[in-house]
């Protein structure tokens, strides 16, 4: 069973940046690739980006492309995503997943808890 806990969303401005964090609880984290989704008030959770186990691949939605980036530190069991120019459509609650390399939430099988990003205008 793979624990994950995110961190550091928060409230910032538009055109802010922000890091998010994903940590694991044990070493097998990466044994899987990793996936960060979002779900907007309202709205059902959308995919944002993934990364493959060995962090060589990565997806981005078209949303977040060019703005997301989402890379991996195994030896600290860590998934981040960093984002940049953040716009108010950006708000969200942001989760991370462990499972297949994949942009469907069913192909992942562990899931965090979330946390708050909030852009104002």
């Known amino acids: 069973q793979v624990q994950l806990v995110e961190s550091g969303g928060g409230l910032v401005q538009a055109g802010d940046s922000l890091r998010l964090s994903c940590a694991a609880s044990e070493g097998t984290f990466s044994s899987y690739a990793t996936g960060w989704f979002r779900q907007a008030p309202g709205r059902d959770r959308a995919f944002v980006a993934t990364i493959s186990r060995s962090g060589g691949n990565t997806y981005y939605a078209d949303s977040v492309k060019g703005r997301f980036t989402i890379s991996r530190d195994n030896a600290k069991n860590t998934v981040y995503l960093q984002m940049t120019s953040l716009k108010p459509e950006d708000t969200a609650v942001y989760y991370c997943?462990?499972?297949?390399?994949?942009?469907?939430?069913?192909?992942?099988?562990?899931w965090g808890q979330g946390t708050q990003v909030t852009v104002s205008s």
């Open positions: 997943a462990a499972g297949a390399y994949s942009t469907v939430q069913s192909d992942y099988a562990y």
